[in-house]
């Protein structure tokens, strides 16, 4: 009898890259995917701490399946990921959710195969939480939901500890993939014709520190020379390890998209440095000038938080002003959450809830407008987007150029993993609307 399985993915692009390792593990199991998780055998839950709303998102979620449970015991329910990860945790969900069979955690996400089959042979529930140890798994088949785009990990963990941020706690330190099997990895994925990879890594740029390989820009460029119709992106950046050799490399290989994910979190220097960031206003605006130099029209985003413990007005008009002068094509806006464990949770003059919510607002306000300005400078020009769906309700087909922005159009041939020449006659927002020429 067929199986069917489930996956409820929060998070980041590593999290969503993560549910294709754990699609591969349960199809080798024979288990075929269903969109509904109540017809599901197996629901596996891949969570996310950085942020508390994820947390209570997802303990929101898993406690509505206790229903669903009662009616059908054979349904298995796995969770795992970072929320598990945490100290104490794991012992949190199961006494909070008695009826979760498999709790994992992000270190040994590959047993996962392990635990399932462990459960189908015994009543008890399978609780395995791993310390780190260094390992890095290669060999995962993973079952790529993402067409044309594929994700490839280079790197895991992170050694920063900045003080608001619980991945090294969960993740582990930072160790790197060998050089040979990421492009091994990248080499097959292009043969599969796939047109757009990505890089994954906290931090891709300190990629091969501590090791004999070579460095993150090498790295790149080995891939940006491997044959191919295909367009090569990373993330997520470190401003304190950007180079300039990392720019020159960018600037000289076309299949390396103009585009650049560089959180500066704060314009305060005062924030950055009770953020642990290494680095000052100054530095993060050299390196964008450094950037530029090489590559004029490169569009950078970057992430911002707002209400970090002890910030000021004056700091939060700070990074109003960064943001003005910065110019971003857009940019991710967080109010600070509280993690426990970090640093920063026992920091003293906590903000409160309102002011962060006042700052917030006129945050994303003068961020909106950069972005409706960056988005209104492409009406009228011709830009070659990679076609990645088709948006049914819109009923227009749908994708991203090299820089990012998400365009839309109308076709009457299929282009989903087409290389698309549009002209865009309308901007909205973040999205560009346009004709196929």
């Known amino acids: 009898m067929q199986k069917f399985y489930h996956i409820v993915t929060y998070g980041c692009q590593m999290n969503v890259h993560e549910s294709e390792k754990i699609a591969g593990i349960l199809r080798e199991l024979g288990y075929e995917y269903c969109e509904e998780a109540e017809n599901s055998d197996i629901v596996v839950f891949n969570t996310c701490c950085i942020r508390e709303n994820a947390e209570n998102h997802a303990f929101g979620n898993i406690g509505m399946f206790k229903k669903l449970k009662a009616k059908n015991r054979n349904m298995i329910i796995a969770v795992g990921g970072c929320l598990t990860q945490q100290m104490g945790k794991a012992d949190n969900v199961?006494?909070?959710?008695?009826?979760?069979?498999?709790?994992?955690?992000?270190?040994?996400?590959?047993?996962?195969?392990?635990?399932?089959?462990?459960?189908?042979?015994?009543?008890?529930?399978?609780?395995?939480?791993?310390?780190?140890?260094?390992?890095?798994?290669?060999?995962?088949?993973?079952?790529?939901?993402?067409?044309?785009?594929?994700?490839?990990?280079?790197?895991?963990?992170?050694?920063?500890?900045?003080?608001?941020?619980?991945?090294?706690?969960?993740?582990?330190?930072?160790?790197?993939?060998?050089?040979?099997?990421?492009?091994?990895?990248?080499?097959?994925?292009?043969?599969?014709?796939?047109?757009?990879?990505?890089?994954?890594?906290?931090?891709?740029?300190?990629?091969?520190?501590?090791?004999?390989?070579?460095?993150?820009?090498?790295?790149?460029?080995?891939?940006?020379?491997?044959?191919?119709?295909?367009?090569?992106?990373?993330?997520?950046?470190?401003?304190?390890?950007?180079?300039?050799?990392?720019?020159?490399?960018?600037?000289?290989?076309?299949?390396?998209?103009?585009?650049?994910?560089?959180?500066?979190?704060?314009?305060?220097?005062?924030?950055?440095?009770?953020?642990?960031?290494?680095?000052?206003?100054?530095d993060y605006l050299n390196k964008l000038k450094i950037l530029r130099k090489y590559i004029p029209d490169c569009a950078v985003t970057t992430d911002i938080i707002v209400g970090f413990p002890g910030e000021t007005d004056d700091d939060f008009n700070a990074t109003v002003d960064l943001v003005k002068k910065a110019d971003f094509s857009s940019a991710f806006t967080f109010v600070y959450s509280k993690r426990e464990g970090t640093v920063a949770s026992k920091m003293p003059d906590q903000i409160s809830e309102h002011i962060s919510k006042r700052r917030i607002m006129e945050l994303i306000e003068v961020v909106n407008a950069q972005t409706r300005c960056q988005s209104e400078k492409y009406v009228g020009k011709k830009i070659k987007i990679l076609?990645?769906?088709?948006?049914?309700?819109?009923?227009?087909?749908?994708?991203?150029?090299?820089?990012?922005?998400?365009?839309?159009?109308?076709?009457?041939?299929?282009?989903?993993?087409?290389f698309v020449d549009i002209l865009v006659e309308k901007a909205n927002g973040v999205s560009l609307i346009g004709k196929k020429v």
């Open 94 to 282: 199961k006494s909070k959710f008695p009826f979760v069979d498999i709790i994992f955690g992000t270190h040994n996400l590959h047993k996962l195969k392990d635990y399932i089959l462990m459960k189908e042979k015994q009543k008890k529930a399978v609780i395995s939480i791993e310390e780190f140890d260094g390992t890095i798994v290669e060999g995962e088949k993973p079952y790529r939901t993402s067409y044309p785009n594929a994700w490839v990990n280079i790197a895991y963990g992170c050694n920063n500890f900045c003080s608001y941020c619980i991945v090294p706690y969960v993740r582990g330190r930072e160790r790197s993939r060998k050089s040979e099997n990421i492009i091994s990895e990248v080499e097959n994925l292009i043969s599969e014709g796939y047109k757009e990879i990505t890089l994954l890594g906290q931090n891709v740029n300190s990629y091969g520190n501590g090791t004999q390989d070579i460095s993150f820009p090498r790295l790149l460029e080995k891939i940006a020379c491997l044959d191919g119709n295909f367009r090569l992106r990373f993330m997520t950046s470190h401003p304190k390890d950007f180079s300039e050799e990392l720019a020159e490399v960018m600037a000289k290989y076309p299949k390396i998209c103009h585009s650049l994910h560089l959180p500066v979190q704060s314009g305060s220097d005062t924030v950055l440095s009770r953020m642990n960031r290494k680095y000052t206003v100054a």
């Open 387 to 418: 076609c990645e769906g088709f948006d049914s309700k819109k009923k227009t087909y749908l994708g991203r150029d090299e820089y990012g922005r998400m365009g839309y159009f109308e076709s009457d041939k299929d282009e989903v993993g087409n």
